[in-house]
């Protein structure tokens, strides 16, 4: 067991009540694997129940644990009226679990806290509960382009990464999890090498293959220097240089001997359309946690995939250590 020094509040008596980390130290038990479900009470985003069905289906023993957030920044207004949003927390969840035709109880505990900001009290929950990762819905549906694809909670929480992160469509039905492999998206750097314990510690649980899969920079524009009896055989030895790496990134960070895929092209729709060709359940990816100024010049593959990818996407921190 440890210590969190994040608490800030408790529910007490079904009463919310702030508590600081110095009045109150949350003990944490870590023999349960946990995952902090993010719920935002529209009835549309039911994506992060299906999942956490899954999940739970996988590992009958471990719990969900649902956290509804009063963002006191934006109403203020509320006040005590935090215990009614959490009983209409309840009534939605148990719609979602009828729906999916589950007669268990989804989650092992229902919290409505109070923070600031909706991602600052979720991350807060996620410490304070010792979660495996925090469950999220996103803004955009499966297969829809829209131009705000994440929403700002979704955003801001990738951006700080405070645990494994998965970012789910917020119209994801059970039956849209797909029956094949969790894909694990390198770059073959350290930044990886969390990602690949996180992705081989989900796959034991889910009983899914491993598939691990990484995206070159095609080498065709050297055409423009080269001969052209000489191009073909200078990209199929590119072909093999890259293949090999990936291969020995494998071995060196994962146990057994996972299929490697490679693709050349753009890298989040190669990642896209090999997820949809195996029926991925879902794709895991490290961060390269790009700060803000980064991101205006550098676009972030793993948000680019969360926002876009038809299944769930676990972003997880570089510093993740894969244990809960």
Not at 69 to 97: K, S
Request: glycine fraction near 8%; hydrophobic fraction near 45%; charged fraction near 20%.
């Amino acid at each position: 067991m440890r210590l969190s020094p994040w608490v800030s509040s408790v529910i007490v008596s079904g009463k919310l009540q702030a508590r600081s980390s110095a009045q109150i130290p949350q003990v944490i038990m870590e023999e349960t694997t946990r995952w902090l479900v993010g719920l935002d009470l529209i009835p549309e985003n039911t994506g992060v129940f299906r999942v956490s069905s899954w999940l739970r289906a996988s590992e009958p023993e471990a719990q969900a644990i649902g956290v509804h957030v009063v963002e006191t920044g934006l109403f203020r207004f509320l006040g005590e009226r935090v215990p009614t949003i959490l009983a209409g927390a309840r009534e939605r969840i148990d719609e979602a679990v009828a729906e999916a035709g589950g007669g268990v109880d989804l989650f092992a505990k229902l919290e409505a806290v109070s923070a600031d900001t909706a991602e600052r009290g979720l991350m807060d929950a996620a410490i304070r509960h010792g979660a495996r990762a925090l469950l999220i819905g996103r803004w955009s549906r499966r297969g829809e382009r829209s131009v705000v694809k994440l929403g700002r909670v979704a955003r801001r929480i990738l951006r700080a990464l405070p645990v494994p992160v998965i970012v789910t469509p917020p119209d994801l039905l059970r039956s849209d999890i797909g029956a094949g492999p969790i894909l694990l998206a390198t770059d073959l750097s350290a930044n990886s090498a969390a990602a690949a314990r996180f992705a081989v510690d989900l796959a034991e649980r889910t009983a899914r293959p491993l598939v691990v899969a990484y995206v070159g920079i095609p080498r065709s524009h050297a055409a423009l220097y080269v001969l052209d009896e000489e191009m073909e055989g200078l990209i199929e030895g590119h072909k093999r240089e890259v293949e090999a790496a990936a291969r020995a990134w494998a071995s060196a960070n994962l146990p057994g001997d996972p299929e490697v895929k490679v693709a050349f092209g753009e890298i989040e729709s190669e990642l896209l359309g090999l997820a949809e060709g195996l029926s991925a359940s879902m794709i895991v990816c490290g961060s390269r946690g790009l700060s803000l100024a980064e991101r205006i010049f550098a676009s972030s593959t793993a948000s680019n995939l969360a926002g876009l990818a038809p299944c769930p996407v676990a972003v997880v921190p570089s510093g993740e250590n894969g244990q809960s």
